[in-house]
């Protein structure tokens, strides 16, 4: 775990895998003091951008909550909005039914804070799938919330940014400007909060204003936002970069 959480992925994962491995082929249940394993390996794999890795661990983790606790349970409902964020970050359209699956239950149980990710998820989803019409809802009432129970977070920001781009997707310009300048220049004021795999999002929010500027026939601000975008992308790219080694590197 603490290879882990100090970003050293070469060194975490090879002892989670075993560890895991170990305590799988063992007689008898699953030893419950060992129930973090599985979900600590697919977050390391996550981290490390082998979101094909992580999938199989996500669908047993939704198998084994709807065995013990049912279908229509928010703990099922979580697995599920887990395992569509996963396929979210594999272009699987099969994100889109499983996250509006979770997102019901969760609704239904009033399960804010799971909700809020869902909506957050599937709404991001459905805008890079360009159903810009159907993500709007869920972006709205998902910032809604944001701003009122967490209006410094990068993610408010950033789900600003993202309902900026559906209305962008639905030519409705002008709230769309607003909307991405205002959720660029907030996650960029928040930069060192942003986690290293979520950099990324920064340089979407440049993205979209590259697209409002070209689409508003306006080359000199498009070209500038070109420039920021670029510049995100390489921040994100860098920040991403595994951590050293510190047993290869070379004594003082």
């Not at 490390?48 to 084994?64: C, I, M, N, T, W």
């Not at 809604?144 to 030519?171: C, I, M």
Request: aromatic share 6%; net charge positive; charged share 30%.
């Amino acid at each position: 775990m603490n290879y882990r959480d100090a970003s050293r992925l070469d060194d975490a994962i090879p002892v989670l895998e075993e560890v895991l491995d170990r305590a799988s082929k063992r007689p008898g249940p699953f030893p419950a003091q060992l129930a973090w394993l599985p979900s600590a390996l697919a977050d390391a794999y996550d981290r490390a951008g082998r979101f094909a890795q992580s999938e199989p661990l996500y669908r047993k983790a939704v198998d084994d909550a709807a065995k013990q606790f049912g279908p229509d349970d928010p703990r099922t409902a979580v697995a599920m909005a887990r395992l569509g964020d996963n396929l979210v970050c594999q272009n699987n359209k099969e994100a889109v039914p499983l996250l509006r699956a979770s997102l019901a239950v969760l609704q239904k149980k009033e399960s804010d804070a799971w909700t809020l990710s869902t909506q957050s998820v599937l709404g991001g989803c459905l805008l890079r799938l360009h159903k810009d019409e159907e993500a709007e809802p869920l972006l709205r009432a998902c910032l809604a919330v944001r701003q009122k129970k967490e209006p410094d977070a990068w993610t408010t920001f950033n789900t600003q940014s993202e309902l900026g781009g559906s209305l962008l997707g639905q030519k409705k310009y002008e709230e769309a400007e607003r909307l991405l300048l205002a959720g660029f220049e907030g996650m960029q004021k928040r930069g060192d909060k942003i986690p290293p795999p979520a950099k990324v999002h920064l340089a979407e929010a440049a993205e979209r204003l590259v697209r409002l500027y070209d689409a508003l026939n306006r080359p000199d601000k498009a070209g500038e936002w070109r420039e920021k975008e670029k510049a995100a992308k390489a921040a994100a790219k860098s920040t991403n970069k595994p951590a050293p080694n510190p047993k290869s590197a070379s004594a003082p």
